[in-house]
T-cell receptor
Framework: DQQVKQNSPSLSVQEGRISILNCDYT??????FLWYKKYPAEGPTFLIS?????DKNEDGRFTVFLNKSAKHLSLHIVPSQPGDSAVYFC??????????????FGKGTKLSVKP | DVKVTQSSRYLVKRTGEKVFLECVQD?????MFWYRQDPGLGLRLIYF???????EKGDIPEGYSVSREKKERFSLILESASTNQTSMYLC?????????????FGDGTRLSIL
């Protein structure tokens, strides 16, 4: 059973507009969430993260929102640029007594930003 | 910056061969991980290690083994390669000392088993 779900395999957005990538999770023990970006033939690159004690974290054009009651998080990219075209993975982990658990990844969403 | 280096970007092997994938990190990270990435399946954890000579099974360990003789190096071994092990293999490392540390990935090895 998938604990981290990215229900949209792909998303197409016009340059300059907002991209919103969504992620849902089922395990209420998850308390740390991350987004990774992956270009073809490269490894995933860490983008932004959020702890469960927050509901928003912002880094430049990237903002992650966490809604714990809905077990939902989203990544907003504003404004979107063609260089943002990549596969985005959502990941989650749980801290068990101070020892961080492994990351559980979603299946990814392929973002295409059109000029 | 963290550097995770995988020894080969592309590798072609034959069915039944023993295959070694090597990974080295330069940040003195305690944790190291091996994943495989397949279209539509995301990243799946094969094995991980929290310390030298320690290893733990991930979600899909069958057909694989690992070795961690030194802190900076984590090897993935395909004991007898099969065509269903054709995939992109990704190594990652992370730091234990502080909570909520991201994993840092290498560029991957595209392995083809013929």
């Amino acid at each position: 059973d998938q604990q981290v779900k990215q229900n949209s395999p792909s998303l197409s957005v016009q340059e300059g507009r907002i991209s919103i990538l969504n992620c849902d999770y089922t395990n209420s023990m998850f308390d740390y969430f991350l987004w990774y970006k992956k270009y073809p033939a490269e490894g995933p690159t860490f983008l932004i993260s959020i702890s469960s004690i927050k509901d928003k974290n912002e880094d430049g054009r990237f903002t992650v929102f966490l809604n714990k009651s809905a077990k939902h998080l989203s990544l907003h990219i504003v404004p979107s640029q063609p260089g943002d075209s990549a596969v985005y993975f959502c990941a989650a982990s749980a801290n068990y007594g101070g020892s961080q658990g492994n990351l559980i990844f979603g299946k990814g969403t392929k973002l295409s930003v059109k000029p | 910056d963290v550097k995770v280096t995988q020894s080969s970007r592309y590798l072609v092997k034959r069915t039944g061969e023993k295959v070694f994938l090597e990974c080295v990190q330069d940040m003195d990270h305690e944790n190291m991980f091996w994943y495989r990435q397949d279209p539509g399946l995301g990243l799946r954890l094969i094995y991980f290690s929290y310390d030298v000579k320690m290893k733990e099974k991930g979600d899909i360990p069958e057909g694989y083994s690992v070795s961690r003789e030194k802190k900076e190096r984590f090897s993935l071994i395909l004991e007898s390669a099969s065509t269903n092990q054709t995939s992109m293999y990704l190594c990652a490392s992370s730091f234990t000392g502080l909570p909520n540390q991201p994993q840092h990935f290498g560029d991957g090895t595209r392995l083809s088993i013929l």
